[in-house]
């Protein structure tokens, strides 16, 4: 949008003809009209020939009437394909009429204070209303007291932008007074300017769910019963075996001592052939290492060449040898 309060003073305008001469616009206000596809192809404006200031319900006005513009505009351009629109928009509404009626949840329609806008076969039947007397009733009126403040948080936290859509769990009355647990997913419709429009409900019976939930506590409580029986028996039982547990740890603080002595004497050899592995791999070192310089001496270079010589007859391959006599070293 773009407003001018006064164009002769604007350094943008005041060069204009229309500014400067006939019809003398001193203030504009104007917001850009769109295509269908978002080419910008013109402008919806306001003007005048005195100083003015435009605010915010002026440019809400202007706002409001170039949508409408722009739908003549499309209109004009999208006429020859108008049979073909209107079919195709009769299919789509019969394409959601069977999915809406035939959907094997219910499926409500509610306006922002809960009343029941249209509800299809599969949800009046799970309520055991029929489609005329649940249209009109308020949606909160047949919520159960316990499961109210959930919901009404939930959905005012939707409202207020947070989130489009949230699930949850509740009870809801039957035309029979008896409540009928349902898994319940609340979704917002939102007009192109995201405000909301109405909600969108999705009910799934879940009694037997519910139902098998209570059986399997009160299973687990009676569980719990014979549980804490046992352990008092166990307990019981336990006292029965501490003198007898008392008796083992005697037995067993002596086997203890016996066992530790043997863990000493077993220290000791293992140290004695330690000492007798380092002795017998020195000595193996010093038989094949020359004591002057470290190297591998006479005795390991014949072991050597005796492995490399018979390593190469066994693969039957000829072999030689080349020595090198390094003099004064």
Not at 127 to 132: K, N, T
Not at 220 to 225: A, F, G, K, S, V
Not at 245 to 265: M, P
Request: proline share 3%.
């Amino acid at each position: 949008p773009l407003a001018v309060r006064d164009a002769a003073e604007d350094s943008r305008f005041a060069q204009s003809p229309l500014v400067s001469g006939a019809p003398h616009i001193r203030s504009y206000l104007g917001v850009p009209l769109y295509t269908s596809d978002g080419q910008p192809v013109g402008t919806l404006c306001a003007m005048d020939t005195q100083i003015r200031e435009y605010g915010e319900r002026e440019l809400a006005v202007l706002c409001e009437l170039a949508p409408i513009v722009e739908q003549l505009l499309y209109t004009s351009q999208s006429a020859p394909k108008a049979d073909n629109v209107l079919q195709y928009a009769m299919e789509r509404e019969k394409l959601f009429r069977e999915t809406f009626e035939l959907a094997a949840v219910g499926i409500v329609h509610t306006s922002l204070r809960g009343t029941i806008l249209r509800i299809n076969q599969r949800g009046s039947a799970m309520l055991g209303y029929s489609v005329a007397q649940l249209r009109g009733l308020n949606f909160l009126d047949i919520t159960h007291a316990e499961d109210l403040p959930n919901n009404v948080r939930e959905f005012k936290r939707a409202l207020a932008g947070e989130f489009d859509s949230y699930r949850l769990e509740q009870r809801l009355l039957c035309k029979d007074q008896h409540y009928a647990w349902v898994s319940m997913s609340v979704s917002l419709k939102r007009s192109a300017t995201r405000l909301p429009d109405y909600s969108i409900v999705v009910i799934d019976d879940i009694s037997a769910k519910k139902h098998a939930e209570a059986d399997l506590l009160k299973a687990r409580d009676t569980l719990q019963e014979r549980l804490t029986e046992q352990e008092q028996r166990l307990r019981e039982s336990n006292d029965a075996l501490q003198a007898q547990v008392k008796q083992a740890f005697e037995a067993d603080a002596a086997l203890r001592q016996g066992q530790v002595e043997l863990r000493g004497a077993q220290v000791e050899l293992r140290a004695a052939q330690a000492a007798l592995h380092a002795s017998n791999a020195k000595l193996a070192a010093e038989s094949a290492t020359d004591d002057l310089t470290g190297l591998p001496n006479r005795r390991s270079f014949s072991r050597r060449i005796e492995q490399a010589a018979s390593a190469l007859r066994l693969s039957r391959k000829p072999y030689g040898l080349i020595l090198l006599d390094l003099d004064n070293f």
